[in-house]
């Protein structure tokens, strides 16, 4: 009786067996299935983008990064439709992760740098802008740079990024602009900003007369610069 009871068990085993070997193809994906549930999924994110419609969008956005971890272009995408709807806590950490795959995203970097500094993360947001820094040459990082180095008091390092910036001849060209009112931007040359903030160093460390220099050197290149006046009138 116990053999025939163990045969019997035997045989269901191997019953069940062939019945798993062949459910297991049935439900795994091959490449071909991805390939054409990403070009649908796809579509439909065109189509979403197209009739703005976010929430489509950004879920259509989330299956393919599930399917795909590899590629970060999909990670980019939905970042940067964060960014533009000021969800800049989902931007920051979506672009984190985008670098988990690709450390050298540009558009991570950036979406990640401006992201962190808007929640109020500046250690953070200021080690993504030297990063894109280093990766870009882009100057316009380099003075995020110092401007977030200053914020965060850590004047040795801003006045370093400071020099680099009045040092590279692209300084004496690109503009950046400044609120001078609630309506109202002033452009005036990176070189300039990067004077003007050598000086707001100097106030911080109580040194008059080189913050004086600074902000004259800084008016020198751009007399109508009206924060490097009003700086430069404060001290007097």
Not at 50 to 70: C, G, H, Q, S, W
Not at 216 to 222: M, R, S
Request: net charge negative; aromatic share 8%.
């Amino acid at each position: 009786m116990m053999n025939r009871m163990r045969l019997l068990v035997v045989l269901m085993l191997l019953a069940v067996v062939p019945a798993m070997a062949q459910e297991t193809p049935a439900n795994a994906e091959t490449p071909e299935s991805i390939r054409k549930r990403n070009e649908t999924d796809q579509r439909v994110y065109q189509l979403a983008i197209r009739y703005n419609d976010m929430a489509v969008a950004r879920t259509k956005l989330m299956e393919l990064i599930e399917r795909n971890p590899t590629n970060a272009r999909y990670g980019e995408l939905l970042a940067t439709l964060y960014f533009e709807t000021n969800q800049f806590s989902a931007a920051a950490l979506t672009a984190l992760d985008v670098l988990q795959v690709n450390d050298r995203s540009i558009e991570a970097l950036e979406i990640a740098a401006y992201s962190l500094e808007q929640i109020g993360a500046l250690d953070r947001s200021l080690t993504q802008f030297e990063r894109l820094y280093l990766l870009t040459d882009d100057i316009f990082a380099l003075y995020k740079s110092a401007y977030l180095q200053f914020s965060l008091k850590k004047f040795d390092e801003a006045m370093n990024s400071i020099n680099m910036l009045v040092k590279n001849a692209k300084s004496a060209e690109e503009k950046l602009g400044f609120p001078i009112s609630d309506t109202e931007n002033q452009e005036v040359s990176m070189r300039a900003a990067a004077l003007n903030l050598k000086a707001l160093v100097y106030v911080e460390q109580g040194s008059t007369e080189d913050a004086r220099k600074a902000y004259q050197e800084a008016l020198a290149l751009e007399p109508d610069f009206k924060l490097a006046k009003d700086g430069l009138n404060d001290l007097k």
